[in-house]
């Protein structure tokens, strides 16, 4: 009985030891077009944005530390109400790496789908993520190559 009493206050004490919980005010969210707004908003914007629904068990230590970790790694990683942080060479990077984690399964992660099964993307969410990441990398090379060649004829009128 010492050990559960002991096993039992410890729990409480480590109650007293808050997660960062945090859902900074968003800057400027991706546009993006509805459908695909609505997939990200479903499936990613709890770990990818600053507009985490926090689940009853992160309020509860230890899950609330790793829950407050996944979240604050996620956002690092790409935060769509960040959008306007990121660079074009970041942008790409997003994109591909976005493309890359749908194609092989590896987001939304998969201990998070069972306490969220509305975030489990079909094979269509799938298909229309991907097509959009290709599409939204290529305009991003379009833009880039359109500035380089104005710099280059500005170089040419001087």
């Not at 559960?4 to 109650?15: G, R, S």
């Not at 990683?77 to 790496?97: E, G, K, M, P, S």
């Not at 092989?104 to 229309?128: A, C, Q, R």
Request: proline share 6%; charged share 25%; aromatic share 12%.
């Amino acid at each position: 009985t010492r050990i559960l009493f002991a096993v039992v206050a410890l729990f409480i004490l480590i109650q007293f030891i808050p997660a960062s919980r945090t859902n900074p005010p968003a800057e400027i969210e991706i546009k993006a077009p509805a459908e695909v707004q609505a997939i990200l908003e479903r499936s990613c914007y709890d770990c990818h944005s600053n507009n985490t629904t926090w689940p009853f068990y992160s309020y509860i230590a230890p899950v609330s530390w790793l829950v407050a970790k996944d979240v604050m790694e996620g956002r690092r990683h790409v935060n769509f109400t960040t959008w306007n942080q990121y660079d074009a060479d970041r942008l790409a990077d997003i994109f591909d790496d976005l493309y890359d984690e749908i194609d092989e399964g590896e987001m939304p992660l998969w201990f998070y789908v069972p306490l969220h099964p509305k975030s489990k993307l079909s094979e269509t969410d799938k298909n229309i993520l991907k097509d959009w990441a290709v599409q939204a990398a290529a305009d991003i090379n379009l833009d880039e190559n359109a500035e380089i060649g104005s710099e280059i004829e500005d170089e040419h009128d001087d």
